[in-house]
């Protein structure tokens, strides 16, 4: 068994490499994007925390790097987690219910929703590859109904306050927008019982 343990090891990179290719390469829904497929997804077969989030807001559809805006700034506050750990892939996976952007809205609606296509297309494929004992951040309603289909009828509030209902290694959280900044008033607790446990989560995680 030993003998072929770096064989192996080569194969599975060779498969990551192959899969993030095939992903990079995607056309998928192309018809329905507005400005264009740009798929932005980061994983390895190491990282030991993965963060699912919505889709990518415009800034991030022209830079190409994940939650590199004002909604990234706040979830790396929230997580503790730095910069150079946050991009390192080996660490952390970034997937997103939908990996290109949606385009925007009608009116003060915000950006579309993640297309429905690309989770069953892509998901899968790249949960095989990270370690079983990784953390999970749920971040939106989208990941949360998604992911934990039996709390579909509560709110995203009685979600992200009850996280232990949900395991050790599930964390349900709001968007990270600036809508977030009335929600955090709202709910107090948010700062002063779930982030701390979060961060302790990560911590070990990293």
């Not at 060779?14 to 994983?43: D, M, N, W």
């Not at 979600?159 to 990270?176: C, D, E, K, M, Y």
Request: overall charge positive.
């Amino acid at each position: 068994m030993r003998a072929h343990c770096g064989c192996w090891k080569r194969s599975l990179s060779e498969t990551i490499e192959t899969l993030r290719s095939q992903i990079a390469a995607c056309t998928h829904c192309a018809k329905h994007l507005g400005a264009g497929p740009r798929p932005v997804v980061q994983f390895s077969g190491s990282a030991r925390i993965l963060i699912i989030g919505q889709a990518p807001g415009s800034k991030v559809h022209a830079t190409g790097v994940p939650w590199d805006d004002p909604s990234g700034e706040r979830l790396r506050e929230w997580t503790g987690i730095k910069p150079d750990d946050f991009y390192n892939a080996d660490k952390v996976a970034l997937m997103p219910m939908g990996f290109c952007y949606p385009g925007k809205g009608k009116g003060k609606s915000g950006d579309l929703p993640p297309r429905k296509e690309c989770a069953p297309l892509w998901h899968e494929r790249i949960l095989e590859h990270l370690p079983e004992d990784r953390l999970t951040l749920l971040v939106g309603s989208y990941a949360q109904v998604e992911f934990l289909p039996e709390s579909k009828k509560q709110s995203l509030s009685h979600r992200v306050q009850n996280f232990s209902a949900h395991g050790t290694n599930i964390f349900p959280l709001p968007h990270p927008s600036w809508r977030v900044a009335g929600w955090m008033k709202k709910n107090p607790w948010f700062e002063a019982d779930v982030l701390p446990e979060l961060k302790r989560a990560i911590s070990e995680k990293l």
